[in-house]
């Protein structure tokens, strides 16, 4: 080839790579896009060949090629975004701590490491090398991009000039100083907000003002206030909010039966806790020789709450009801939630109602959604549709004789519908749970178990088809929607968990592929009624990924759903209510391409926002819990429990009593031989006795001491403590 042509050519090809829009090609597809027929195809190569040898295109391993500055600006971007990566800090009482990357695993940040980060701080990271032996990724921090947390809940410790807050988050290290003119009038003992004006440097403790005081740590209901505030859960609706739940009507007006299937005569019933005052849904079942016909009815917040409103910006805002031990934090003012919006019994009720036609297996065969009016006629508890399902009173047999025959009815459909949920895999978890009962003063005089039966089961039941219902109506309609999604778990996450159950001698299937929710259904089958099977369910759960709230319906790993969402619950989740509105708009014809424009542009904020504030919502009543379990246990220090290992680490073994109190044996507690951590079997070995610790073991143990500020328990086996108290009796007679 002639040069001059050669050089022309090298430019045209020159020119082409460097196109912005040009993704690395092989020869091949370049020539195509030169429109070179077969035949001529091969007078590209030289061209190729002579701008590889001079520098300025280079090819990858797959043979493509790209412009070597191109190539070279991209492998700097590359190994830039592999030095630095941005996260949250999440701080340790120890000094050290963690920094959440999304989508990847948290980074270790050793104290010296973590450049004076704080918890909640926006950081920028430089990622070193493992450990040896070490299996997650260590780093620094290089720069700290922003403070998010400005205000901190402790406790206000006073001095003559100055006073100190000790954080109640224990993940936020540093106690904070506080200057005389900014204690705000708190006085020694006190639980406090305090503003943070300054986060603290090696050599100076972090300053702030204190801004609210919340009351002394002893008087009754102040810890839960401050674990409230310290999750920024709002409390008090703002006078606007109240003043328009004040102007809705306290009853049904007439203008609102307009157009409405009246439900009034049918016989409808609310079944929740004996203490509930929220009730958003009623049920009613008649039947034929042709099956059931099941109906959920769930109050029409919408109706009341408009978009836009105070109402509903409060609403999204709480995102969800929280319920404490002592009190219950409303998303709505109680005017709506325990008035108007609540099925009462005897009173007329506007509700959003799914109406299921169920062949005799238990299968929706016909739905219909509809505006309804209706009419509950019993208020009943779970307790009672226990006992009248079971025929232990006859005095409540006698007194809801007429719903009896319906109850019995709802039990064997729910049987049927439970039924065809675990034939596709459905995955049931049930855990112990327990409902921690305060004396007036706010201390926790006993743990009682908080009973799954027959009745909580039925109504679990009901719900759970009505939201696969109404989320597969929508999901085929391809209407802007909120769904409740649950994705599959992280295969190697879940690999670490199944060979763990191998070594538990539980049979397990799948080996580096992707677990189906039958396969965890056989698991939880085979673990059913062993000591290990509440500690196993829990090792599962954690290995699986958090349900969110999204725009897509991308199904439910956990149910084996298909369609999923949250429909039955708006008086105290936000997603249920705006899904409401969805529907409601689809019924009466308005949900033009115009509407479903704005919804699909406000529902990713509104999923977003919902997930949060769950999560918030969570982490304060799984605080509470902690904390007044740890409360309870002080009266109780030298009482001997039967309890089950629930976990087992390198530093000791975790016991879970019959009440569910959790508490740690250290394994400097264990007298008679070095333990050491399998963490493969997750056991504790003795190298001398070979005695072992494992998970799901039943021990004896003595309540040693509980921390009510760490809300922790300690105990101690058993046989080690009478070991312990023989050989002091012993130094006692010496």
């Given at each position: 080839?002639?040069?001059?042509?050669?050089?022309?050519?090298?430019?045209?090809?020159?020119?082409?790579?460097?196109?912005?829009?040009?993704?690395?090609?092989?020869?091949?597809?370049?020539?195509?896009?030169?429109?070179?027929?077969?035949?001529?195809?091969?007078?590209?190569?030289?061209?190729?060949?002579?701008?590889?040898?001079?520098?300025?295109?280079?090819t990858?391993?797959?043979?493509?090629?790209?412009?070597?500055?191109?190539?070279?600006?991209?492998?700097?971007?590359?190994?830039?975004?592999?030095?630095?990566?941005?996260?949250?800090?999440?701080?340790?009482?120890k000094?050290?701590?963690?920094?959440?990357?999304?989508?990847?695993?948290d980074?270790?940040?050793?104290?010296?490491?973590?450049?004076?980060?704080?918890?909640?701080?926006?950081?920028?990271?430089?990622?070193?090398?493992?450990?040896?032996?070490?299996?997650?990724?260590?780093?620094?921090?290089?720069?700290?991009?922003?403070?998010?947390?400005?205000?901190?809940?402790?406790?206000?410790?006073?001095?003559?000039?100055?006073?100190f807050?000790?954080?109640?988050?224990?993940?936020?290290?540093?106690?904070?100083?506080?200057?005389?003119?900014?204690?705000?009038?708190?006085?020694?003992?006190?639980?406090?907000?305090?503003?943070?004006?300054?986060?603290?440097?090696?050599?100076?403790?972090?300053?702030?003002?204190?801004?609210?005081?919340?009351?002394?740590?002893?008087?009754?209901?102040?810890?839960?206030?401050?674990?409230?505030?310290?999750?920024?859960?709002?409390?008090?609706?703002?006078?606007?909010?109240?003043?328009?739940?004040?102007?809705?009507?306290?009853?049904?007006?007439?203008?609102?039966?307009?157009?409405?299937?009246?439900?009034?005569?049918?016989?409808?019933?609310?079944?929740?806790?004996?203490?509930?005052?929220?009730?958003?849904?009623?049920?009613?079942?008649?039947?034929?020789?042709?099956?059931?016909?099941?109906?959920?009815?769930?109050?029409?917040?919408?109706n009341?709450?408009?978009?836009?409103?105070?109402?509903?910006?409060?609403?999204?805002?709480?995102?969800?009801?929280?319920?404490?031990?002592?009190?219950?934090?409303?998303?709505?003012?109680?005017?709506?939630?325990?008035?108007?919006?609540?099925?009462?019994?005897?009173?007329?009720?506007?509700?959003?109602?799914?109406?299921?036609?169920?062949?005799?297996?238990?299968?929706?065969?016909?739905?219909?959604?509809?505006?309804?009016?209706?009419?509950?006629?019993?208020?009943?508890?779970?307790?009672?549709?226990?006992?009248?399902?079971?025929?232990?009173?006859?005095?409540?047999?006698?007194?809801?004789?007429?719903?009896?025959?319906?109850?019995?009815?709802?039990?064997?459909?729910?049987?049927?519908?439970?039924?065809?949920?675990?034939?596709?895999?459905?995955?049931?978890?049930?855990?112990?749970?327990?409902?921690?009962?305060?004396?007036?003063?706010?201390?926790?005089?006993?743990?009682?178990?908080?009973?799954?039966?027959?009745?909580?089961?039925?109504?679990?039941?009901?719900?759970?088809l009505?939201?696969?219902?109404?989320?597969?109506?929508?999901?085929?309609?391809?209407?802007p929607f909120?769904?409740?999604?649950?994705?599959?778990?992280?295969?190697?996450?879940?690999?670490?968990?199944?060979?763990?159950?191998?070594?538990?001698?539980?049979?397990?299937?799948?080996?580096?592929?992707?677990?189906?929710?039958?396969?965890?259904?056989?698991?939880?089958k085979?673990?059913?009624?062993?000591?290990?099977?509440?500690?196993?369910?829990?090792?599962?759960?954690?290995?699986?990924?958090?349900?969110?709230?999204?725009?897509?319906?991308?199904g439910?790993?956990?149910l084996?759903?298909?369609y999923?969402?949250?429909?039955?619950?708006?008086?105290?989740?936000?997603?249920?209510?705006?899904?409401?509105?969805?529907?409601?708009?689809?019924?009466?014809?308005?949900?033009?391409?115009?509407?479903?424009?704005?919804?699909?542009?406000?529902?990713?904020?509104?999923a977003?926002?919902?997930?949060?504030?769950?999560?918030?919502?969570?982490?304060?009543?799984?605080?509470?819990?902690?904390m007044?379990?740890?409360?309870?246990?002080?009266?109780?220090i030298?009482?001997i429990?039967?309890?089950?290992?629930?976990?087992?680490?390198g530093?000791?073994?975790?016991?879970?009593?019959?009440?569910?109190?959790?508490?740690?044996?250290?394994?400097?507690?264990?007298?008679?031989?070095?333990?050491?951590?399998?963490?493969?079997?997750?056991?504790?070995?003795?190298?001398?006795?070979?005695?072992?610790?494992?998970?799901?073991?039943?021990?004896?143990?003595?309540?040693?001491?509980?921390?009510?500020?760490?809300?922790?328990?300690?105990?101690?086996?058993?046989?080690?403590?009478?070991?312990?108290?023989?050989?002091?009796?012993?130094r006692?007679?010496?």
């Amino acid at each position: 080839m002639k040069r001059e042509k050669l050089e022309k050519r090298k430019k045209v090809v020159l020119s082409l790579l460097l196109h912005p829009q040009y993704k690395p090609m092989r020869a091949k597809e370049i020539a195509m896009i030169f429109e070179l027929p077969k035949g001529r195809r091969k007078e590209l190569y030289p061209v190729l060949d002579a701008l590889v040898e001079e520098g300025k295109i280079v090819t990858d391993r797959r043979g493509r090629y790209e412009a070597a500055e191109r190539a070279k600006s991209k492998k700097k971007e590359k190994d830039k975004k592999n030095a630095y990566i941005e996260g949250i800090f999440v701080g340790h009482p120890k000094g050290f701590g963690f920094v959440e990357i999304e989508g990847q695993e948290d980074v270790y940040i050793s104290e010296e490491d973590t450049k004076q980060a704080v918890h909640q701080d926006r950081v920028r990271i430089r990622l070193k090398e493992k450990a040896s032996g070490g299996r997650r990724m260590q780093g620094e921090v290089v720069k700290i991009l922003e403070h998010t947390l400005t205000e901190v809940v402790g406790t206000f410790e006073k001095s003559k000039k100055y006073g100190f807050v000790i954080p109640d988050n224990l993940k936020f290290s540093k106690d904070i100083f506080i200057p005389q003119e900014n204690t705000n009038g708190a006085r020694h003992g006190d639980k406090v907000v305090v503003q943070l004006v300054h986060y603290g440097s090696k050599k100076k403790s972090p300053e702030g003002k204190i801004t609210e005081i919340l009351g002394n740590i002893r008087e009754p209901g102040v810890d839960i206030l401050a674990v409230v505030k310290s999750h920024g859960i709002p409390t008090e609706f703002p006078p606007k909010v109240q003043k328009q739940a004040w102007r809705i009507p306290d009853h049904v007006l007439g203008g609102d039966y307009a157009g409405r299937l009246d439900l009034r005569s049918w016989t409808i019933v609310t079944i929740d806790g004996e203490d509930a005052k929220d009730l958003d849904d009623g049920v009613s079942l008649t039947w034929d020789e042709e099956g059931y016909h099941l109906g959920v009815h769930i109050a029409d917040v919408t109706n009341y709450v408009q978009e836009g409103s105070a109402l509903d910006v409060e609403a999204q805002k709480r995102g969800t009801s929280v319920y404490l031990a002592d009190r219950v934090i409303p998303m709505l003012p109680p005017r709506l939630s325990n008035g108007i919006c609540s099925l009462n019994q005897g009173q007329e009720r506007l509700a959003l109602s799914c109406l299921m036609d169920l062949d005799k297996n238990g299968k929706v065969i016909h739905h219909r959604i509809a505006e309804t009016v209706i009419q509950v006629k019993e208020r009943m508890n779970y307790s009672d549709v226990r006992d009248i399902l079971a025929g232990d009173s006859p005095e409540l047999l006698e007194r809801y004789e007429e719903l009896v025959p319906m109850f019995q009815k709802m039990e064997k459909l729910s049987g049927l519908i439970r039924k065809e949920r675990k034939r596709r895999g459905a995955v049931d978890f049930d855990f112990p749970e327990s409902k921690i009962l305060l004396s007036r003063s706010g201390r926790p005089i006993d743990i009682v178990p908080h009973e799954t039966n027959t009745a909580t089961r039925l109504i679990e039941d009901f719900m759970l088809l009505a939201n696969e219902t109404v989320a597969k109506e929508f999901c085929c309609r391809e209407l802007p929607f909120v769904y409740r999604t649950h994705d599959r778990p992280d295969s190697e996450k879940m690999e670490v968990l199944l060979t763990l159950l191998r070594s538990q001698k539980i049979p397990v299937q799948k080996a580096h592929a992707e677990v189906t929710p039958g396969e965890v259904q056989k698991i939880m089958k085979y673990i059913q009624g062993s000591p290990k099977e509440a500690q196993i369910s829990r090792m599962i759960l954690r290995s699986m990924k958090q349900a969110q709230y999204t725009t897509q319906c991308s199904g439910h790993f956990g149910l084996a759903a298909e369609y999923y969402c949250h429909f039955t619950s708006p008086i105290r989740r936000y997603p249920d209510l705006q899904i409401h509105r969805i529907i409601k708009e689809h019924l009466r014809g308005r949900l033009s391409q115009e509407r479903q424009q704005h919804y699909r542009r406000i529902l990713d904020e509104v999923a977003r926002q919902s997930s949060v504030t769950e999560r918030r919502a969570e982490e304060a009543e799984r605080e509470v819990e902690k904390m007044k379990k740890a409360e309870y246990m002080p009266y109780h220090i030298g009482e001997i429990y039967q309890g089950v290992i629930s976990g087992v680490t390198g530093w000791g073994f975790y016991v879970e009593l019959p009440n569910t109190v959790e508490g740690l044996v250290h394994v400097n507690s264990l007298r008679r031989d070095y333990f050491v951590y399998d963490s493969q079997k997750q056991e504790l070995v003795g190298e001398l006795t070979k005695k072992t610790y494992a998970l799901g073991d039943r021990v004896t143990v003595r309540v040693a001491d509980a921390d009510c500020v760490m809300k922790t328990v300690d105990f101690v086996v058993q046989s080690d403590r009478d070991d312990e108290d023989e050989s002091t009796k012993e130094r006692d007679r010496i």
